[in-house]
């Protein structure tokens, strides 16, 4: 997991390279987001709550706009 900034925008990108769902505890990605509650995952265009922890599914990865 790492955010890029760029022109004023922040990604949050979320990577799981295992076999199995994993779940990320949101303190773990708290300060990357800059207390933002909510962000827009880009692939699919659904939003997602950033006050809670987040699964990612197996093989999966997230790239979400703040």
Same mark, same amino acid.
């Given at each position: #997991?790492? !955010?890029? =900034? /760029?022109? &004023?925008? @922040?990604?949050? %990108?979320?990577? /799981?390279? @295992?076999?199995?769902? $994993?779940?990320? !505890? ?5 300060? #990357? @987001? ?10 699919? &265009?659904?939003?997602?709550?950033? @006050?809670? /922890? #987040? =699964?990612? &599914?197996?093989? $999966?990865?997230? %790239?979400?706009?703040?």
């Amino acid at each position: #997991m790492y !955010a890029r =900034t /760029n022109s &004023g925008k @922040t990604e949050l %990108i979320v990577l /799981n390279s @295992t076999d199995a769902e $994993q779940v990320v !505890a949101n303190d773990h990605y708290r300060i #990357m @987001t800059n207390d933002s509650k909510s962000g827009k995952e880009l692939i699919s &265009g659904k939003k997602i709550d950033l @006050t809670k /922890n #987040m =699964t990612v &599914g197996a093989r $999966q990865s997230l %790239i979400i706009e703040l």
